[in-house]
């Protein structure tokens, strides 16, 4: 076992862990710069909140960093899986700081469970009036999310050297959600700047885009940091439905499209200079998906007689659809008044989710589709016993292992959603609202409805409540493994 001097003996490398730790801190201090300056241009009284916050950041983040001296700076993958999974926590505990500093403070619940909803792109919020916020705050909010976006890993994985190990791949697949995500280069680090120079440009032409529209640079910039993630977090009490704008809806529908698209297979499809997505079983599957979706709620807006002119059954559903299925959580007007049909079809939208290697949440296209067609070869089996056949998504087989640990993820997945609406049901709340929230969490998804809705809030819940929401937003955001294995106590030894 490695020793660590007085602390003992532990499977875990822990005074590196440490230290990249602090690297992240002070990159996350780097961020709060930002929303700092925005106050200080806006003469906001929260720039005190933000210089406090960066300065804890900065000064833990440097004394971690310059004082531990690790002997052994090498990244095994139990190091890796401890560090991905311990950033999130790390990020958000810093991270609410200006939360609770700010002229509209929060309580710790209420401040953790805001940050961990950024960084996880989930969008709930317990802020009931995002209007009465600083700019500070708003943009810090839209932050969170446009960070947590691709992943607090596979951002630092392109500025921390040290990162890019042996540890480094294991923290690329926690961050990397879903079953078919693939590097794009030999080295890990190259393939994070890849990435988050995709995801920075899209970034960009969605700002101007946005801007040339109704919307202000600074209300651009928020929803473009929080639609191309996927968060949904917005500057506006009634979220994208304040804008009236549908020039804004068709923009938001088309980026949060793209966001639910694996970033990997669009930075392939730009390097071979041909379209090639529809060749790609996941893609094709994530356009049926949501063209099904949207012929299920145009029906039932028509049939519940909700249909008030072109938008209503065109640009209103499509919206609603991509936003709910990309996990984004956008709302847009009073969806719930279109009836029972269209809120169970949006609980599936939130189940499913989009492509793996997205910004998005939920179970990802990539699993439905091996159970869909699992489940067609094994009616096939059943009728032909020595059918010799196995399933394959892109080409490629999935061995039975993976099959394993698709359906021990789908089980343990659909368990929290139901311990979480269990738990909420049993502190007093209403049983549809309770497991919609449980549902929205889990999934990242963020979107609203009863007392959750366009109007409303999280802050509903008690203090108990926001700690283990915010807890399913983490396992969500992780995908459940990885904080499993933690929980294991053969993890912690060598």
């Excluded at 080295?187 to 946005?210: D, E, F, N, P, Q």
């Excluded at 399913?472 to 995908?479: N, Q, Y």
Aim: glycine share 10%; net charge positive.
């Amino acid at each position: 076992m490695r020793k660590l001097g007085a602390i003992g003996q532990w499977a875990v490398n822990l005074p590196m862990i440490l230290r990249l730790m602090g690297q992240l801190l002070l990159v996350e201090s780097a961020f709060l710069i930002l929303p700092l300056l925005m106050a200080l241009f806006r003469q906001e009284n929260d720039w005190k909140a933000f210089a406090i916050g960066f300065g804890i950041m900065a000064v833990v983040g440097a004394t971690l960093n310059y004082l531990i001296k690790p002997k052994n700076r090498v990244l095994c993958r139990r190091d890796g899986l401890l560090l991905a999974a311990t950033a999130w926590v790390v990020f958000s505990l810093f991270g609410m700081v200006p939360f609770l500093l700010s002229d509209t403070p929060l309580s710790a619940s209420e401040a953790f469970f805001e940050t961990m909803s950024g960084f996880t792109t989930t969008g709930a919020t317990v802020i009931r009036d995002v209007e009465s916020c600083s700019h500070a705050l708003l943009l810090w909010r839209a932050l969170t999310q446009w960070i947590g976006g691709l992943g607090i890993i596979i951002f630092t994985l392109t500025f921390i050297p040290a990162l890019n190990n042996s540890g480094s791949l294991i923290m690329f697949h926690t961050e990397a959600t879903g079953i078919t995500h693939d590097k794009l280069g030999a080295r890990i680090s190259r393939t994070a700047k890849r990435l988050w120079g995709l995801y920075t440009v899209l970034t960009i032409l969605l700002i101007g885009m946005l801007w040339a529209g109704p919307m202000s640079l600074f209300d651009s910039v928020c929803q473009s940091f929080t639609a191309i993630s996927t968060g949904g977090f917005s500057t506006r009490n009634d979220s994208i439905a304040a804008f009236n704008s549908p020039y804004i809806k068709l923009v938001l529908t088309a980026f949060m499209f793209i966001g639910g698209v694996s970033f990997g297979l669009i930075i392939t499809c730009l390097k071979a200079r041909k379209l090639v997505l529809w060749q790609n079983d996941v893609y094709r599957a994530y356009v049926k998906m949501i063209l099904a979706f949207y012929v299920g709620v145009v029906v039932a807006i028509v049939i519940n007689g909700n249909y008030t002119g072109w938008q209503s059954v065109t640009i209103d559903p499509i919206f609603h659809i991509i936003s709910a299925v990309t996990s984004t959580g956008f709302s847009e007007g009073n969806w719930e008044g279109w009836g029972t049909i269209v809120l169970t079809l949006t609980f599936f939208m939130m189940y499913i989710g989009a492509c793996a290697g997205s910004t998005t949440g939920g179970l990802k296209v990539d699993r439905l589709l091996f159970l869909l067609k699992n489940m067609k070869l094994v009616v096939q089996r059943y009728i032909r016993p020595r059918l010799m056949r196995s399933v394959s998504i892109n080409g490629q087989i999935v061995d039975a292992g993976r099959a394993t640990d698709i359906v021990a993820f789908i089980t343990i997945y659909t368990m929290l959603i139901v311990v979480g609406g269990v738990v909420l049901v049993f502190q007093g709340f209403p049983i549809v609202d309770a497991f919609f929230s449980s549902f929205s969490c889990t999934s990242n998804n963020g979107l609203g409805a009863g007392v959750t809705g366009i109007t409303g809030s999280y802050d509903f819940l008690s203090s108990s409540g926001k700690w283990i929401m915010s807890l399913l937003m983490l396992a969500g955001r992780l995908e459940i493994m990885a904080l499993l294995a933690l929980c294991t106590p053969s993890f912690w030894k060598k």
